[in-house]
């Protein structure tokens, strides 16, 4: 079981470099595909029950659908800053055309909401965590930053040798009062030809724990459990998108913490920044 959770970069079937679905996946919401795009390439697809956030990682294009044409525009790489995003509601048929490598984050859905863009310069930047734990958060898609049904999205940049995702927590469990319950993907880009990262997640209860070795384009899926850290090497930054999606009525990415680390959160109170946090501002890159 523990191996289905790791999925080797390039595993889908080109154009797609990632194809999860929740049949694929072993669940019932959560969905991510990546697509690579050459020489202003299109594809079509349907949404059906899912909706959708598109996302450029890098490179250039533009979403049709019902009508509109929605822009998305350059985009070097996911380490520049954030993206423009797409959303496509349900029951819509959408044309992705472009140049370039774009995320597609997926969810059940029951109710439709009105296609839309949001732009890069209109991301909430949120900067999480202090001193080697720190990381810079871009919330395009979070549930206090844009409305839709389930889906849940954002970006997490990671300096060399921090950790992020930490302390460990989880959200499977709803019936405590606490947390959410959700399926969560995690896709991983990092920097440089030679980048190499961790990422850690167990369940207590079920007695499993397992750390894998992740490259770039890498994905992993968290259906339970405790997840964290995810560990950046000293010399590479690392990048990863967050897709959450889950059955409740409300959503909502409530976690509970691992009793053991909690208490880091209380320590992060007195420590400073990593001044190279945030890494991208909105002029641009910083390092």
Same mark, same amino acid.
């Given at each position: 079981?523990?191996?289905?959770?790791?999925?080797?970069?390039?595993?889908?079937?080109?154009?797609?470099?990632? !194809? #999860?679905?929740? &049949?694929?996946? +072993?669940?019932?919401?959560? %969905?991510? /595909? =990546?697509?690579?795009?050459?020489?202003?390439?299109?594809?079509?697809?349907?949404?059906?029950?899912?909706?959708?956030?598109?996302?450029?990682?890098?490179?250039?294009?533009?979403?049709?659908?019902?009508?509109?044409?929605?822009?998305?525009?350059?985009?070097?790489?996911?380490?520049?800053?954030?993206?423009?995003?797409?959303?496509?509601?349900?029951?819509?048929?959408?044309?992705?055309?472009?140049?370039?490598?774009?995320?597609?984050?997926?969810?059940?859905?029951?109710?439709?909401?009105?296609?839309?863009?949001?732009?890069?310069? !209109? #991301?909430?930047? &949120?900067?999480? +965590?202090?001193?080697?734990? %720190?990381? /810079? =958060?871009?919330?395009?898609?979070?549930?206090?930053?844009?409305?839709?049904?389930?889906?849940?999205?954002?970006?997490?940049?990671?300096?060399?040798?921090?950790?992020?995702?930490?302390?460990?927590?989880?959200?499977?469990?709803?019936?405590?009062?606490?947390?959410?319950?959700?399926?969560?993907?995690?896709?991983?880009?990092?920097?440089?030809?030679?980048?190499?990262?961790?990422?850690?997640?167990?369940?207590?209860?079920?007695?499993?724990?397992?750390?894998?070795?992740?490259?770039?384009?890498?994905?992993?899926?968290?259906?339970?459990?405790?997840?964290?850290?995810?560990?950046?090497?000293?010399?590479?930054?690392?990048?990863?998108?967050?897709?959450?999606?889950?059955?409740?009525?409300?959503?909502?990415?409530?976690?509970?913490?691992?009793?053991?680390?909690?208490?880091?959160?209380?320590?992060?109170?007195?420590?400073?920044?990593?001044?190279?946090?945030?890494?991208?501002?909105?002029?641009?890159?910083?390092?």
């Amino acid at each position: 079981m523990h191996s289905k959770l790791y999925i080797p970069a390039r595993s889908a079937t080109l154009p797609l470099t990632v !194809d #999860v679905t929740p &049949e694929t996946a +072993g669940w019932t919401e959560s %969905s991510l /595909q =990546v697509i690579e795009l050459d020489d202003t390439q299109s594809a079509e697809f349907g949404t059906g029950d899912t909706e959708a956030m598109i996302l450029p990682l890098f490179g250039v294009g533009s979403v049709e659908c019902a009508g509109e044409s929605f822009a998305l525009a350059p985009r070097g790489s996911v380490f520049d800053g954030p993206g423009d995003m797409v959303y496509i509601g349900i029951d819509n048929t959408y044309t992705l055309s472009g140049e370039g490598r774009f995320a597609i984050c997926g969810a059940r859905a029951k109710r439709s909401f009105p296609n839309r863009r949001v732009a890069a310069a !209109d #991301v909430a930047v &949120e900067l999480r +965590g202090a001193g080697s734990c %720190s990381r /810079q =958060v871009h919330n395009f898609g979070t549930a206090d930053a844009f409305e839709a049904d389930s889906l849940i999205a954002c970006e997490v940049i990671t300096p060399g040798g921090n950790w992020s995702s930490y302390p460990p927590h989880k959200h499977d469990d709803a019936s405590n009062g606490v947390e959410a319950e959700l399926e969560e993907i995690y896709y991983f880009r990092v920097e440089g030809p030679h980048g190499m990262a961790a990422h850690r997640t167990y369940d207590l209860t079920e007695g499993w724990d397992v750390t894998v070795t992740i490259g770039d384009g890498d994905v992993f899926l968290v259906p339970r459990g405790f997840h964290g850290p995810c560990m950046a090497s000293p010399d590479h930054a690392l990048w990863y998108l967050n897709v959450l999606a889950g059955p409740g009525e409300v959503r909502s990415m409530a976690i509970s913490d691992d009793p053991a680390h909690a208490w880091i959160r209380a320590a992060w109170a007195g420590e400073t920044g990593d001044p190279r946090v945030p890494m991208v501002t909105a002029q641009g890159r910083r390092s």
